[in-house]
């Protein structure tokens, strides 16, 4: 069974900089498309980023040029490195996975799907 755990979340003030880190189980030998997500209350969730199995990515129009996903393989680890960060950036970031391809024009990057996993999502505070 898939398991994501993220953390690195807390509060920063603007212009500064967070790494979060989403701890990846179950998806030893398959296909994944892995990306960040960030959600504020009253706001629909957004797309930030994907990655694909060969370390292709893409980035949302929002985020590009701060924020950059990378992945350690040997540990399984999903990490955001977010830089220049802005106060209407608050939110509630969460990593998702599937079993699939990254569909890289498609909404969600093709991750949100009924068999995705998501983790419990790791709180980012941007002070002004």
């Known amino acids: 069974q898939v398991h994501l755990v993220e953390s690195g979340g807390g509060s920063v003030q603007t212009g500064g900089s967070l790494r979060l880190s989403c701890a990846a189980s179950g998806y030893t030998g398959s296909t994944v498309c892995m990306g960040w997500f960030r959600q504020s209350p009253g706001k629909e969730r957004e797309k930030l980023v994907a990655i694909d199995d060969e370390d292709r990515s893409s980035s949302a129009v929002s985020v590009k040029g701060r924020f950059t996903v990378s992945k350690d393989k040997e540990n399984n680890i999903l990490y955001l490195q977010m830089n220049r960060l802005k106060p209407d950036e608050t939110a509630t970031y969460y990593c998702?996975?599937?079993?699939?391809?990254?569909?890289?024009?498609?909404?969600?990057?093709?991750?949100?799907?009924?068999?995705?996993?998501w983790g419990q999502g790791t709180l980012v505070t941007v002070a002004s």
């Open positions: 998702a996975a599937v079993r699939s391809r990254c569909y890289w024009a498609g909404m969600d990057y093709g991750i949100n799907t009924p068999s995705s996993a």
